[in-house]
């Protein structure tokens, strides 16, 4: 079974607009963290936002939020006043608690901002 | 401080032929992960090391590839005989903790093309 789900292959936002990317995780560890990472055409993995499975609070940072809905096992990122250097691709991950714990990668989606 | 530290960026080779890639990662980083990037997907996890020991290579075909981390810092991952499906882009990763909490910082990563 997939343990990161992203549905959505292809985004489009205007400028200036909030946009959604949708991730689902699946886990039965309870001590569990996940991640967002931003992927521009250079090819480069850009960490930009963090939660954990204990958090009370949605994790914020700058412009980013992640949405996250625990008994859903939903990581969703919210991007507000997209930027045209928003373009890129989106990845969720999650690192599960135990041992020597790894990124397991959604496939991305690819965020397109138009002016 | 210094970032993941890759090298080459690019790397043309014909089927067949042997291929390495290396990386430094960041000082005092224990952990390191080698992963490979098929285009269109998300990054999967080859290899990880725990200081210079394997932790997890259990998605590593070994019949081709080959890594090691000398000294626990750098490390070389290898493909010989490269194969037309080993076209991909190979990132290094490291991580203070391999636990939940913290995050990887990648490194630009080594696109190799098998023609």
């Known amino acids: 079974a997939q343990k990161i789900t992203q549905t959505q292959p292809g985004m489009f936002v205007q400028e200036k607009e909030a946009v959604t990317l949708d991730c689902t995780y699946d886990?039965?560890?309870?001590?569990?963290?996940l991640f967002w990472y931003k992927q521009p055409s250079s090819g480069e993995m850009i960490f930009l936002i963090y939660?954990?499975?204990?958090?009370?609070q949605n994790a914020t940072e700058g412009r980013y939020s992640l949405n996250f809905q625990k008994a859903r096992k939903s990581a969703n990122l919210v991007i507000s006043a997209s930027q045209l250097g928003d373009s890129a691709m989106y990845f969720c991950?999650?690192?599960?608690?135990?041992?020597?714990?790894?990124?397991?990668f959604g496939k991305g989606t690819m965020l397109l901002v138009s002016p | 401080e210094a970032g993941v530290a890759q090298s080459p960026r690019y790397k043309i080779i014909e089927k067949r032929q042997s291929v390495a890639f290396w990386c430094n990662p960041i000082?005092?980083?224990?952990?390191l992960y080698w992963y490979q990037q098929i285009l269109g997907q998300g990054p999967k996890l080859l290899i990880q090391?725990?200081?210079?020991?394997?932790?997890?290579d259990s998605q590593l075909p070994k019949d081709r590839f080959s890594a090691e981390r000398l000294k626990g810092v750098d490390s070389t991952l290898k493909i010989q005989p490269a194969k037309l499906e080993d076209s991909a882009v190979y990132l290094c990763?490291?991580?203070?903790?391999?636990?939940?909490?913290?995050?990887?910082?990648f490194g630009s990563g080594t696109r190799l093309t098998v023609v």
């Open positions: 990763a490291s991580s203070l903790r391999p636990t939940p909490s913290y995050g990887y910082t």
């Open positions: 886990t039965s560890d309870p001590s569990y963290g």
């Open positions: 991950a999650m690192r599960e608690g135990g041992g020597y714990s790894t990124l397991t």
């Open positions: 000082s005092g980083h224990a952990t």
């Open positions: 090391f725990q200081n210079n020991g394997v932790v997890d």
């Open positions: 939660q954990g499975s204990y958090d009370q």
